[in-house]
Every structure is written in structure tokens, then in C-alpha cells.
């Protein structure tokens, strides 16, 4: 398509698109705007609204300054937890999908096809519903109250897209490929390694990306099997929104939200090239 | 999402000795995948039991029968739930597929500042729901967001009020979710369209065609596939988009924009049904499965098409 | 086991000790520890159970405090997990008919020699004392108590509808909100329009007119009292204060009106104590409102209760029994309790506790005595928006009903009273 213009209407589709950009960026704005006022101010006004005076001490609050009850050390430590539980679940539901996904499209084996049908499915299975019994699994396993419990709920968890998507990408990989590599006597670890990995880089980007915000993101199991300091960056945000006998700290929850966001945002922007290229590569089919 | 024929072909009945060489690797397939398949089956079957246990605080057996199923069945709820998830479930899917459609067919008219538009169109991808639901209950709440601000600007007739209306309300839970996921549906159509033959539209260019009929003549077609995937990755996100509509509306006004994900947790945790609450987690996964048996349906039809061509 | 330990304990420093020598020098030589799970992590919450914990550890107890923030659902998903693991905290946060409900998943510690050696029994409302001893045996002790249907009043919408008297009955009130709007004030009500708050209407609607109709349809269930006119005559009441709303408030924390409150451009707002520290730290000052018991049409104050309690799970570890003692003593202590209220604006458990000195406000001074004077008239009675008067799925069942009631108007008092009824069948 990029060797083509559609002359008459450039203008009118900037101006579509920087409307829509517009509308999409207002909750951001808003988001930086309330984080540079006080929490009075905010209470005081409206939520929509520019700084009276600039409140950058905001996000010194945010990054080390609020208290959850006796910890008064600002959402730092949540993030580093968060790091804790997010990296390496990231790193190996990304891996083990990868071998999955390699195995069930390029190396068929007897019931694959329904073992992948079933992974799959855990794309729809609602996580309120697996929070009971992830908690009996994790209390037979001695894994509650560790972040490793954590780590392992969303490796297991993450594999069902993990795999759906690198087996879509894998399956575009000519057989020929592998047959050859098979003739001349490679297994299936150095196939993997020698051919498959080194042409994995979009998809892998792609699962990365995505595997990463959702577990950064997560909240619910986050506090369910975790205590007190080892809480990831959603309960700190959440101990910031309003308790139902205190007053709103709407400025350094606004803070807080956009630095617990900057590790997602950073991946979007330095890996949102990636992301489409992955996707086109092969992904979508 | 079609298939392709494997054409590799399946290891011959292994000797011990190749059995026991293959062990690693087998391990690797089988143990993760295993796992997984094992936790949702399990995991299902035991919700399924639970559903006809009198289970309230903690997990405990004995049998009611249907008893859960039929309080879950009768109650405003959870009827509330349903007709909503239909309403969210369509609306919500359609319109990102329509919106991320639109959004890749203007990426790709060669404009400049691509990558940053794409990036903004992404980002609130990496937001979690809860944040996306706060801030948007900010914004659509008349009294504090953008309907005070334009009374503030000068315009005081001005209404935009849906988050407090019974019957509107749940099209706000549409516009955070599509504001927060288009994003998404964008990439994969915007991937789509970069892998488009370039001859084909040379061709048709040749042949006289207008950019519009070539859109819809030559392009779109190429993009059903995608769809597909798009409809399934959204309808994902609908059923999760749990945090989204608690921190939005909570259900409210009154019990107007309940979903069933918003059922289940609240009966199995805030209202201490677990039983209850099991029994309406099953009902949502027969909904599910009612949406995705025609989806597998289709790919089994595709394949079998695929191995006869 | 805990029951005798906590004996022990109590007896250690007595005589009768040296029957039971080594265990209990080997208790007395522990160092005193807890384990706790609660949802209060910010705001004045978080600072009143941090000065706790300051004082737990001042008596030389290791406090361990793992705040769950967010809802009280997530608060309880953790605890019950800990449960399942059969690793229950020694003691955490649990309120009204759930204490019941919970202690029969997992063993408790009975405080009843506690309580008695402090004679605390006596200086607890009743139907909350009924509450922490389920089956007869204090498992649980409550901490602080908010009354929820407290009446601020704007003194600026005051001036406007040139207005003095604060209102007692619902007639006062309907009349004031009436002079309000007369006055040039836009909305003569200011609450919010969670959940809570709109149960909190419902419940100050139906405890001002009745409170024994309230005792009998709300915390007996009585099918009787749960279709009788006095419910029929709350709901509408509800609805008048409904129609008194900016009805752009949709579902917001009542904190979004707060400075329209102040200004006189709302009147009024049935809030809980609660709502007076939220009001210091927005910044506002006490001559700008006031607060006064809510309406009671036959004028003697009504106080719906709404007290938060610590539970006590059985340990086996000598240095958690050790610390559950040492915090059940904290907790029912008048020192302590003043020192909690004072951070959070509640007033304390104990009705023996003198409001008068400093560090106390005029509301809290009026909110002690309005509970004093519901204990003499028996017209103290238990919340149902705050999960007091029944156990959680109930009270949901309930708030399903009100909170449309109040957001749908077309909806008419009777119907709801019907749809109450129902759907406390259909909770049952």
C-alpha cells in the first residue's frame, strides 16, 4: 500500500487522523495534568483542570514518600517486586510457548492438536474463576506468600497465548526447512536453536510485549498471594485511590499511576515498531 | 488463523534407547503444555463440582443439586448480566474491529509521523484496566469531567451524561475498552495490509479501479482472516475487561451495567456464594463456549478445505 | 489450647503461676509477636493502625502488618487463602455478622477472660458486644465505632435559607431542604452515590422513623416489618432525598461535592463520622459545617453503628499467643482507643471514654453522647450499608434494591419494598 496517495483527500484524512489522536491522548493528558496538582486542589475543583501551582513534589511522593499503613517508602519497592514477578514469568512463559508453539507446528506429534485446542481455550477462562483453585494448588506446592508462586501462576497461565501465537507464526516456516535440517541429523533443540530461534525475533517481541504489561498489570493475584512487602506496584496504586473515609489523593495517585506505567509505556513505544512488523510477519494468519 | 498442512512427517515408533535420548525434549513439549491443559481442565471440573456444592465462605462438599443454577437463573443479576453481555459483547467487539479497521487504513496512507501515531493509538495498551477505569470515570462522570468542563467553557446546555444514565451507561464501558484496545485490532489489520500483494493492487490500479473499490474489491477481502483473530483477541478482552468496568461503574447506576464476570466475582467473594457464584462462573463458560464452538466449527471446515485443495 | 494459654497468661503474674511453672516462664520469656492482615493502608487509616503498631511494639511485641489495600473483598480473598493454608494471621480485620460467619471455617481464640479481667463487657453497646461473641465467647473485639447516619449542615446554606435550628425529625429536615432550595441553595443534599452511600440514605431513612421497625424488617429480617409501611415510608423519604441531588453525582465518593458543600451550594449530607477527617484533610475548617445526630422522628437520636473489629485465629506458636493477649489488652484499652479515634475522627468503643479533653472535636463530643443516649433508649442500632446488620451476601441482596431504588426513579416505594422483600428471600 505505501506506493500509493490518494491525492483530493490528504488533508481531510490528517485531520481525521490527528482527531482521533487527540481523543486518544486526552487521558493522558489528563492523568499529567492532575499529577502536577494537589491533592486539595483537585478536591477543591474538578478532576479536568489546569495546575495552579505546579506540585512536582507529586512524584516525589509517589516514588518514595506514601505511606501503606507502616511502609512509608512510595511505590518504589512495589515496582521492584513487580520486576520480580514480571521478568523472569515473562522470560519463561515467552520460552516455553516458543518450544510449544515450535512443536505443535512444525514437529506433530500424536494429540497435539487437542492438547493446543485446550491451551488455547485458557485464553477465555476468566481469572476470578482460577483464583480458588490457584489458591489450593499453591497451599499443596508450599508456594503461597512467594513470589515464585506468583511466577509460576503466570508462566502456566501465559503459555495459553504464548503458544497460540508463535505456533501461528512458526507455522508459516517452510517445512522443507526442517525436513533438510532433519536429513542432515538435527534434533529438535538444535533445529530450534539453529533455524527456529533466530527467525523468532518479531513474535518473540510480540509475546514479550504482551506477556509483560499483563503481568505488570495484574492485581488481583498480585495481592492474593503475596504479603505485605512483597506486593506488587497494583496494590500501592490501589492503597492510593480513595478509601471510603478519606479524602481522594487524586495528585500523587495520578503520580503514581503514570511512573507505574513507564516500564509498559517505554516497552509500547521502543517495541511498538516491532510489534506490527512481528504481527505481519506471520502472526495474524 | 488457518492452518497449514504439516507436511512434517510423524516420528516412527521410537526404540528405547531414541526414547530415552528424546527425553529432553519431550519434556520440554509435554511438561509446560501438560500443565497448562491440566490447570484449565482441572480448574473447570472443579468449578463445575463446586457449582452444586452448598460451598458459601470456603470450598465444602455435599450436593444441592441445581439449587445454585436456579438462584443464579432468577436473579435481576445476573438477567441484568446477561442482557448486557450480548449488548457489550457485540457492540464492543464490532465497533474495535471497525475502529481499528479505520485507524489501519489511514496508517497506511503514507502519512508522516507514522511511528508516533501508531504509538499513540498503542499505548493504552499498556495501562492496566484499573487505570483505564478510573480515569474514564473521571471523564464521563457529568458532575467532574467533560461535561463540567464545557459548562465551565461557557456551553451550560451541554450534556454528556451517559455514565449516570440507567440505559446509556454501558456504552461507556464500550468507549474506555475500545479507547483502551483498538490499538490492538489497528496492529494486526495494519500487519494485514502491509502483507498485501503489491502486484495485485498495481493490477487493479492498471485496470482503472478507485482507491474506495479497491478497498473493498481487493484489499479487504485479503483481511477476513485477521478479522477473525481480531473478534477472538477482543472477545478475550471483553470477558476480562473485569477491572475495567469495576473501577468505571462498579455495575451502576444501581445494578444497570452488571456483567457476568462482575457476577461471579461478586458472589464468590464479596457476597460469600461460592457455590453460587461457581454455578455462575459455568454459566459464562457455556456462553463462551456457545460463541467459540461455531468459531472451532469454522477452522475445522477451513482445514478440511485446506487438505482438499 | 488457646483458651487455656490465654489463662495462663492472665495468671502469670499472680500466685496461682506457680502451678504451671515452666510453661508459663517459658510463655513470659517469649517475645511477643503478631501477625495481622488488614485493608487500612492509607489516609488517616493507615496512620491510626500504624500508631498501633508503634504501641504494640513500645510493649516489646514484634508487630508484623501486611496491609491488603483496595476492597475489603481483596482483604478477605487473602485472608481466606491464608485459611485454606491453614496459616491464618493471629489476628486481622473482620466486621459485624462475617465474625460469625468466618469463625465457623476456622478455630478462634476465646478472649472471654480478656474481656472480664478488663470488665470491658460493661462498656459496650450491646448489640455490638452481641456481635464479637458469637456462640457466647469473645472471639473478636471491636476497635472504633462511626455512627453512619450523621447529619453535616452547611452553615452557608444555613444563611441562605436564613435557618438556625438544626433539624431533628424528617419533617425538620424536609422543611429545612425545602427553605434551602427556597434560598437560592442549588441542591439541598450533597451525598455521593456508591454503594454505601446510597444504603447509608436508606438506612438513616428507616432508623430515624422507626427504630424498631428498623431492628425487626432490617436486622431480624422480619417478613412482617420487611413489607410494613414504615419501610414504604423510608423509601420515600429516600426518594425526597434523591430528588434533593445533583443527579450528575452518578455513582462518585461524596468527597467529589465537598467544596459545593462548604460554599452553601449544597446543603446537606447524611455521612458518617468518617466524613469530618475527610473534610480537615480537604482543607475545610469546623466553623464551616456542623454535625449533629441524624433525623429522628420521635426525637430522641438514633445512632447506626458501624464499629471495626480485629478477629483472633487460633495459633499454636507461644510467641503469637503471647502477642494476640498482649494485642486483645491494647485494643480494649481506653488509651489506645482514644489515641485511634483521634487519628481516624471515629469515637471509641468504650462508652466510658471522657470526650471533653482536648484533641477531641465538638462532632465526635456530639456523636459519644448521641451514642450514649440511643444505648439508654435502645434506639442504637446496627448498619446495614456498612455490613453491621447482616452478613455480606444479604446486605448485597439488600443494596441491589436501594441502590436502584435511589438511581432508578421511576420506581415507585412500593415496588421496592416488594423487590426488598424479595430479594431477602432470595438471599436467605
Known sequence: MRDRTFAPSRISIYLIVLLIAAAWLTPLVVVVLNSLRTNEEIAQASMIGWPKHWAWSNYATAWSGFCVAETCAGIRPYMLNSAFITIPATIFSTMLGAIAGYAVS??????DTWIYGIVTLGLFLPQQMRLLPWTIVLRDIGLINTLTGLVLIHTIQGLSFTTLFCRNYYAAVPHELIRAARIDGAGFFRIFWRIILPLSAPILIVTVIWQFTHIWNEFLYGVTFTSGQQQPVTAALIALSAAVADIPQHGVQSAAVIIAALPTLLIYLLGGRYFVRGLTAGAVK | MIDTVSIATRPVRPAIAGALRRLPEYLMIWVPLLLSALHLVSFSLWTIWISFTPSTLVPVSGWVGLRNYTAVAASRNWQIAFDNLLLFGSAFVLLSVVTGLVLAILLDQRIRGENLLRSIFLYPLAVS?????????????????????????????????WLIDRDMAIWTIVIAAIWQSSGFAMALFLAGLRSVDADIIKAAQIDGA???????????????????????????????????????????????????????????????LLGRGAAAAVLMLLILLAVLLPYAAWRYVQRRRAIHA | MPITTTRRRLLAGSAAALALPAFAR?????????????????????????????????????????????FTTEMMNKLRA???????????????????????????????????????????APDLARLHKPGGKWIALPLQIYSTNMLFLSKRAMDKAKAGKIPVTWTDFNDLAEKMKAGGVTYPIANGGTRPD???????????????????????????ALKGPEVGAAFAQVRKIADWMDPNVGAQHFSTNLKRFVDGDMGMMIMGG?????????????DDFIIAPGPSDNTKPVFLLNADAFIFWQRKEPDLQAGQTLMAQLVMDPAIQTMYS????????????????????????????????AIASNQAVLSLAHNMAQENGMTAAMIDVITEYVKNKTIKPEQAVTRLAEAVEGAR
Open chain 3, 274 to 286: 468518617w466524613a469530618q477527617g475527610v473534610l480537615r484533610n480537604a482543607g475545610f475548617k469546623f
Open chain 3, 26 to 70: 517459658a510463655q513470659g520469656a517469649v517475645k511477643p509477636r503478631l501477625t495481622a492482615i488488614s485493608q487500612w493502608s492509607a489516609g488517616s487509616d493507615g496512620a491510626a493502625i500504624t500508631a498501633l503498631g508503634k504501641k504494640f511494639e513500645e510493649k516489646g511485641g514484634v508487630w508484623q502488618h501486611s496491609p491488603v489495600p483496595g
Open chain 2, 210 to 272: 478507485g482507491p474506495i473499490r479497491i478497498y473493498r474489491r481487493v484489499i479487504l477481502p485479503t483481511l477476513w482472516p485477521i478479522t477473525i483473530t481480531v473478534i477472538v483477541v477482543q472477545l478475550q478482552f471483553a470477558i476480562s475487561a473485569f477491572d475495567l468496568v469495576r473501577a468505571l461503574t462498579n455495575g451502576g447506576p444501581g445494578i444497570a451495567t452488571q456483567l457476568p464476570a462482575l457476577v461471579v466475582y461478586d458472589l464468590m467473594f464479596q457476597r460469600s
Open chain 2, 129 to 161: 484496566f484499573v487505570v483505564t477505569g478510573t480515569v474514564w470515570s473521571w471523564l464521563l462522570s457529568p458532575g467532574i469531567g467533560i461535561q463540567k468542563l464545557v459548562h465551565d467553557l461557557g456551553w451550560t446546555s451541554f450534556k454528556f451524561d
Open chain 1, 106 to 111: 512444525l514437529w506433530r506429534f500424536r494429540g
Open chain 3, 198 to 224: 446510597d444504603g447509608q440514605k436508606f438506612e438513616a431513612a428507616l432508623a430515624g422513623i422507626s427504630p424498631a421497625s428498623y431492628r425487626a424488617a432490617i436486622m431480624n429480617l422480619d417478613e412482617k
Open chain 3, 342 to 373: 483521634q487519628i481516624t475522627g471515629s469515637i471509641p468503643v468504650r462508652t466510658d471514654v471522657d470526650l471533653s479533653g482536648e484533641g477531641w472535636s465538638d462532632g465526635q463530643r456530639r456523636t459519644a453522647a448521641a451514642l450514649k443516649d
Open chain 3, 82 to 124: 491464608q485459611i485454606m493454608a491453614g496459616d491464618p494471621p493471629a489476628c486481622s480485620q473482620l466486621k459485624g455478622p462475617e465474625i460469625a460467619a468466618w469463625s465457623k471455617i476456622a478455630p478462634t481464640v476465646n478472649l472471654d477472660d480478656l474481656v472480664a479481667a478488663v470488665g470491658y463487657e460493661k462498656v459496650v
